[in-house]
């Protein structure tokens, strides 16, 4: 099987500029995007959140909504350029800065809420993947609402560390990895699926153990 490395340096000049059109044009970005929003209405209003990769910024109107205190963080400077675009003077309301998802330079407990989606999947590689879960484990003392992909099939496959995890994950492989960050399950919903890849993706919200 090829390798698959990671794809968070494409994220820079150009893509960033482009990213919300192009992504807006997927099918299930609007799928995404309300199940976010059903998720974090189960959740009390006033929380502290950290959205890790802040990207564009898509879910801070949603933050807002229920008057969350908001920060962010991105490895990218053009993404959070384009952020300033997309979201023009909301982005004043909230915090972000660059940095590395698996060195946050976050306090422990520091936020309510950290959001991470098309990242732990898509973005880095499953050794980076764990370290980044564990950080944010340790920067949360609530809840978190994480992007995970699922073999449609019962089994999943063996993890290469040096591979994205995309969706070789089994069920009882994301149950696993989320326990021993220290978290617990409390509501998994469905994103996408794509037979033909033996693929699905689902939002996880889970509870610090």
Known sequence: MQKTGAKGDSYYGRVAQNYEKRRKKQEWW?????EMKSLLETLPEGLSVVDIPFGTGRFVPFYLERQFDISGLDASIEMLNAASQSLG?????????????????FADEQFDL?????FLR??????DALKALDEFARVTKQFAIIQLGESISKDGEEIDPDHI???????????K????????IVEKRLVKTD??????IFHFLVKKM
Request: glycine fraction near 4%; hydrophobic fraction near 35%; charged fraction near 35%.
């Open 30 to 34: 609007d799928v995404e995007q309300n």
């Open 89 to 105: 003077s909301n982005l004043q309301k909230c915090r972000v800065s660059t940095g590395s998802a698996m060195d946050l330079p």
């Open 114 to 118: 950290l959001v991470s989606t098309r």
């Open 122 to 127: 898509d973005i880095i590689v499953a050794k």
């Open 165 to 175: 995890l995309e969706s070789r994950m089994s069920d009882k492989d994301n149950k």
């Open 177 to 184: 990895m989320l326990k021993d960050a220290g978290f617990k």
């Open 195 to 200: 037979k033909d890849m033996n693929s699905q």
